[in-house]
């Protein structure tokens, strides 16, 4: 694609219709950017800028011999008490003698020989510049500048003015002998008018919208009540060392500027910028102006990477500039415009906290990440970048890792299938799992890969999820056989999902999640066998109160729903939805308008599941409330029953780590003890705290204690069968 070029600048002041003359990426309009041709270049930048200096020169002397010609008196005993004498004051009253001066350049011999001076220094600029050219080198700064600003002739001039004393001080006390002024060393408007022979509308050249001040090329010092046309001229820092050869971001932006690096992107994806490239060149030739792009889209889903290849494209480079650092008054976008035109970049922002986006924009190409928000400006290009299928993370991985993918032991398969990671968290959990390994003095291997990406996705799902650390381990659980082997297969399916879908090519139609319901009365070890099975899958666990998610108004439990399962997706989060009966129950026969919406309710929940790459656990008290034709879509539905005599009697083996101090203890005379193992669990927590307090071990006294109170809690009748003589 042929990079936009510049055609012009529109006569209001406004940024230049075309910014990008042959951008060649980032440093673009910086002459000494190309590879192996600083040299060159620096040495054609200094000749060409000797050459307009020796004009300036001549123009200079010009000037003195002109202004001699007319002095009645002497400058150089003049204003020692700051008095103006009346020989001076006579010839200020006199004023110039513009005919008598336009004669003398076109007459006198003097005149005409530093005219010719002038002249051919020029001329041998312009050679020099073509010769340059024809060897491949950059055009000079100065020249780069007057093309991109459309500067003309004149405002080259006045950039070159307020340089040469940046090179020779000579040229300060030149400034201020023409000036008949010795604390004027420095040019003006009047200067430049009465140096270049210009007419006097030039100063427009100063206004406030003028590239020259618009862009900030240069700074006017007034000090009140001096004349605007009086004020000193210096040349901004930026543009100083931008003529002489150094392109860095300007000083007051530079701590906000971050170069956007290059990333994979799908094949689809790489499409979507050769044609969005190819939409805003022609429109941009079209209109001369560029044309906002909004990327929609979760965060991290290729936003930055797709902006990156449109710029490539386009023949410029990327920098981000968040949106709290976009000027409050459009009026102040000269500075963003003038380094889009020196940097040969576009910008590229996210929205700020609150999700805002920057408003007004400046005159350059602005890429927005603009989340699922539509775009504020409806004239927007909208590229959302397509969605990236598991075999394209895991080439995004391998590209990543390089040589280490092949010390990860086959990981990868199973971390594209449980994180949903844009290219750009896969490349900081790369760098994060390097960090790691070097800090423990060990080659990386799939364990730091592994704990990298679970604390790559945060802990906040939003206020409607509950990050639970789980506490508890395989051997920590009691449950029949049947049941345990249900959680063992369900763990083996979220293990082996790239396999069987991917590899074996069985994916469903429908997605792959793997959903299941845990059922059974409480306190039987539901919520305690979603903290094992994400133990051993070493995933986050979120505990979601189904029954919060409900509202009872028209599609805001939808919603509710859709932005779990959407913060969900890019943590790879294993979710379990406690307290299902608020919503699941026998709804398939539809009475009233109320289960309608229930059962539209719990299809989006089931679709949302099944859509879901992890593993969402639903978990109910009351299984036989639940529909049939509901349970039917679920993968797994394990049975929590009550524990018998001889599950409660493994319970309370386990209920102890072996730091508590204890006493002998009846297990057999404990397992009589009709409850399930979250009351067990409560009971021997509630006896150590008893035990702690007396600072003694843990006996069976304490233990029946506790029970009893438990009983009390749960209003369960003590009975002489199971407490024994323990019985109050």
């Known amino acids: 694609m042929t990079p936009a070029r510049l055609d012009g600048v529109a006569a209001s002041g406004a940024a230049p219709s075309a910014p990008y003359p042959g951008g060649t990426g980032p440093g673009g309009t910086d002459p000494a950017s190309v590879p192996g041709s600083t040299a060159a270049w620096q040495a054609a930048n200094r000749r060409y800028l000797e050459l307009h200096l020796v004009r300036l020169r001549a123009l200079l002397e010009l000037r003195a011999v002109w202004l001699r010609g007319q002095w009645s008196h002497d400058p150089r005993r003049e204003f020692s008490d700051r008095v103006i004498t009346e020989d001076h004051a006579d010839w200020l009253l006199r004023g110039e003698d513009v005919r008598g001066r336009d004669r003398f350049y076109a007459t006198a011999p003097e005149a005409l020989r530093l005219r010719s001076e002038a002249e051919a220094a020029s001329r041998e600029a312009v050679h020099a510049g073509a010769v340059a050219a024809d060897a491949g080198i950059r055009p000079p700064a100065l020249e780069v500048l007057r093309r991109l600003f459309r500067l003309g002739e004149a405002g080259r001039d006045v950039l070159l003015l307020a340089l040469a004393p940046e090179i020779d001080p000579s040229f300060g006390p030149l400034y201020a002998y023409l000036q008949d002024d010795m604390s004027r060393q420095f040019p003006t408007a009047h200067l430049a008018v009465a140096l270049l022979a210009l007419p006097p509308a030039v100063t427009g050249l100063l206004a406030e919208t003028a590239p020259l001040r618009r862009y900030q090329l240069v700074q006017v010092h007034a000090v009140p009540p001096q004349p605007a046309a009086a004020a000193a001229l210096f040349l901004d820092e930026r543009i100083r060392d931008y003529l002489l050869g150094v392109n860095r971001p300007d000083r007051q932006l530079e701590p906000y500027l971050r170069p956007v690096p290059a990333g994979p992107l799908t094949a689809a994806q790489r499409e979507q910028a050769r044609r969005g490239a190819a939409h805003l060149a022609a429109h941009h030739a079209r209109t001369g102006e560029w044309k906002p792009v909004s990327l929609p889209g979760p965060p991290d889903s290729g936003q930055a990477e797709m902006a990156h290849a449109v710029c490539t494209e386009l023949g410029i480079s990327l920098y981000s500039l968040d949106a709290p650092h976009w000027p409050a008054d459009p009026r102040q976008f000269g500075l963003l415009e003038r380094e889009a035109l020196l940097l040969q970049t576009a910008y590229y922002c996210e929205p700020d906290h609150t999700g805002a986006s920057p408003g007004p924009r400046p005159a350059a190409p602005v890429f927005t990440a603009s989340g699922e928000a539509p775009p504020d400006d409806p004239s927007a290009l909208i590229l959302r970048p397509a969605a990236a299928a598991a075999v394209d993370r895991l080439e995004w991985w391998e590209e990543e890792l390089g040589s280490d993918a092949a010390a990860v032991n086959g990981l990868l398969p199973a971390l594209v299938e449980q994180y949903e990671f844009g290219p750009g968290t896969i490349r900081r959990t790369a760098q994060a799992a390097r960090l790691r390994a070097e800090l423990e003095h060990q080659p990386l291997h799939a364990a730091h890969l592994w704990a990298s990406s679970r604390d790559a996705v945060g802990g906040n799902l939003g206020e409607l999820a509950q990050r639970v650390e789980p506490s508890f381990h395989r051997n ?56 094992v099975v994400a133990d051993q899958l070493e995933l986050a666990l979120y505990r979601i109160d189904l029954a919060g998610l409900i509202s009872k108004y028209v599609g805001e439990t939808e919603k509710n729903m859709r932005r779990v399962f959407d913060a969900a997706r890019r943590r790879g989060a294993v979710l379990f939805f406690d307290e299902a009966d608020a919503l699941f129950g026998k709804r398939t026969d539809v009475k009233d308008s109320h289960d309608r919406f229930a059962n539209i309710e719990i299809n989006y929940l089931l679709q949302q599941m099944e859509s879901y790459a992890g593993l969402s656990i639903l978990a109910t008290n009351r299984s036989n409330a639940l529909d049939r034709a509901f349970l039917r879509r679920l993968r797994f539905v394990v049975e929590f029953v009550f524990p018998d005599a001889v599950s409660r009697r493994r319970i309370w083996q386990r209920a102890f780590p072996q730091d508590v101090p204890l006493s002998p203890l009846d297990l057999d005379r404990l397992a009589r003890l009709e409850i399930p193992g979250g009351n067990i669990r409560n009971i021997a927590l509630n006896a150590a705290f008893l035990a702690a307090a007396r600072k003694e071990p843990v006996g069976m006294d304490l233990l029946m204690q506790a029970a009893r109170s438990e009983y009390t809690k749960i209003e369960k009748l003590q009975s002489d069968a199971e407490f024994g003589e323990y019985t109050q």
Request: aromatic residues 6%.
């Open 476 to 531: 920590d659980l009691v449950l029949p056989p049947q049941a345990q082997q249900q959680l063992d297969e369900m763990v083996d399916q979220v293990r082996n999902r790239h396999t069987v879908y991917v590899r074996w090519g069985l994916g469903t139609p429908r997605g792959r999640g793997i959903s299941a319901l845990f059922a059974g009365p409480s306190g039987t070890g539901k919520t305690m066998a979603a903290e």
